[in-house]
């Protein structure tokens, strides 16, 4: 007896979810059930830095130094990208410390708009930094430059434009 009641309240409650629940489609058998990816000709790699724009650089190399203990690189001018830097390093990345050298600083303009500093980019490691390029620009996404230039870290770098990677900018920095 006990039985035939469960019976009973299964076949019920499938019932009513047969015709509650939409429908699902079945796949057809006459198309492959597994998609073909292509193999990319370019790998994303981890996180290289993060670069924060400072307005005073003596103040921050303390911070990070001083009161948070962290280990700093020296202060390299890199006059072809506009800037100093100082990388902050963190053990599993780093912090790169941007301050404005010369007149035509990109940093300036950005220091400009936010006058306490803030984020300026993340730069993530690729492993073929003109396949990438080639690639992107094929995708629609925009560079800042026509060619990859040489960053702080003695390697080719773009930078993507922000507008084209939900208002980021990002460095691809090939590793």
């Not at 429908?23 to 996180?47: C, D, E, F, M, Y």
Request: proline letters at 7%; hydrophobic letters at 45%; a positive charge.
């Amino acid at each position: 007896m006990a039985a035939s009641m469960v019976k009973v309240a299964v076949a019920g409650i499938v019932g009513h979810f047969r015709h509650a629940v939409p429908t699902v489609r079945r796949l057809s058998l006459s198309k492959p059930l597994a998609q073909v990816v292509p193999v990319p000709i370019w790998k994303l790699g981890r996180l290289n830095h993060i670069a924060i724009a400072v307005p005073d650089l003596e103040k921050a190399i303390s911070l990070y130094r001083d009161v948070l203990g962290a280990r700093l690189s020296d202060t390299v001018p890199l006059p072809e990208h506009g800037v100093y830097t100082v990388f902050v390093e963190l053990g599993n990345t780093k912090l790169e410390l941007l301050y404005p050298l010369g007149e035509k600083s990109p940093i300036s303009g950005f220091l400009q708009k936010n006058k306490a500093g803030g984020m300026h980019h993340i730069c993530i490691e690729v492993d073929d930094i003109k396949a990438a390029i080639t690639d992107l620009k094929a995708k629609k996404i925009r560079t800042l430059s026509e060619e990859p230039r040489i960053g702080a870290h003695g390697k080719p770098v773009m930078f993507l434009h922000p507008k084209d990677c939900d208002g980021v900018l990002v460095e691809l920095e090939e590793a």
